[in-house]
């Protein structure tokens, strides 16, 4: 049993940026606090958790027999832009979540992660359509689950 050679670069990368994410999250401290309230870590080691269990499905849905021919380079960098796209929305959310805070830094990680798993749909004005509503939707119950839920005050931001 093989992995393509296509895989071991994306399953590198993907690995990569979640150690990053891990080492930026270790300083935030523990996910709970006394008392068992969770705290500002929460959200990032729940989102490293699933990093690493889609790593390991990816890896494990990789492992597969063929005869030994590689593909070309062209094949090895489509199969990491989405990964790596998904790393440059995850970036820029970031950025815009320090300056303009959560609704707008949601509504553009929302927005931009729907339109690129949609993004080979033949139809794209449904694809925009369907990521329109999702940018508004999961922002609001997010406000709900964090805000209203568990009373954690989400972020405004230096400029909004």
């Not at 794209?124 to 940018?135: E, Y």
Request: glycine share 8%; hydrophobic share 50%.
């Amino acid at each position: 049993m093989k992995i393509k050679r296509s895989d071991k670069y994306t399953i590198l990368v993907l690995s990569f940026f979640t150690l990053i994410y891990i080492v930026g999250t270790i300083d935030l401290g523990a996910p709970f606090n006394q008392g068992a309230e969770p705290s500002l870590s929460v959200f990032p080691w729940i989102i490293i958790c699933a990093m690493i269990i889609g790593i390991i499905g990816y890896y494990i849905g990789s492992i597969k027999e063929y005869s030994g021919e590689e593909e070309g380079e062209k094949s090895v960098f489509l199969s990491i832009a989405k990964p790596l796209s998904g790393c440059l929305i995850i970036g820029l959310f970031i950025l815009l979540f320090f300056f303009l805070g959560y609704w707008i830094a949601s509504v553009f990680l929302c927005f931009f992660t729907a339109i690129m798993f949609e993004y080979e749909s033949s139809n794209m004005r449904k694809t925009v359509i369907i990521a329109a509503l999702v940018s508004v939707l999961i922002p609001i119950i997010g406000y709900f689950f964090y805000q209203k839920l568990f009373h954690i005050r989400l972020p405004e931001g230096i400029i909004w």
